[in-house]
């Protein structure tokens, strides 16, 4: 009868460890449910967010692309009151990342300022980093001497890959602000 009452014993305790160790296991997996299904529910917060935010700067005459919204301009001003402009609006003066940033501004077809400009000998853009990828345009940059002074960029559209031009900052010209999507 003492067996018995061992082997009972053993027994109980297995499945008392067992049960101990399901309901850890279900502990685990409920709270990795309910973490999979906040994410889900952010990435839907998220994505409402963007579609508010694309409709509302659409209706302002703002273009999304991917991670930015854009605006062309249908005035003509100078460098410096174009990047003015752009700020004013929480924006600056676009500044082209990519092939494909510099083939969407062709899509505006218009030849606009962009937010490179020559300071200290050397091309930045506005936000403070030096040109590393450029799409000049045949023989430019061409004036890069104190006299002619042509220390702004504008892009055109007449070459996709290859259309910067370097010309006075005092010429009016339309422009394309950029205002990145941070949610």
Request: glycine share 4%.
């Amino acid at each position: 009868m003492c067996v018995f009452l061992l082997a009972g014993r053993k027994l109980y305790m297995l499945v008392f460890l067992s049960f101990g160790l399901l309901c850890m296991l279900q502990a685990a997996l409920n709270i990795s449910l309910r973490l999979s299904l906040c994410d889900c529910k952010n990435l839907t917060d998220n994505a409402d967010e963007l579609k508010k935010r694309v409709n509302h700067y659409a209706q302002l005459g703002w273009e999304y692309s991917h991670p930015s919204f854009y605006y062309i301009s249908k005035e003509m001003k100078s460098w410096q009151d174009s990047r003015n402009y752009c700020q004013q609006n929480g924006a600056d003066l676009i500044i082209i990342n990519s092939l494909k940033e510099q083939l969407f501004t062709g899509l505006f077809r218009k030849i606009a300022w962009i937010g490179l400009t020559k300071i200290d000998n050397a091309w930045e853009w506005v936000d403070g980093t030096p040109l590393t990828e450029s799409y000049w345009g045949p023989g430019e940059p061409n004036n890069l001497t104190e006299s002619t002074k042509e220390y702004c960029v504008e892009t055109r559209f007449f070459e996709k890959e290859r259309s910067w031009n370097d010309i006075p900052c005092e010429t009016k010209n339309v422009w394309i602000c950029e205002k990145t999507v941070r949610l």
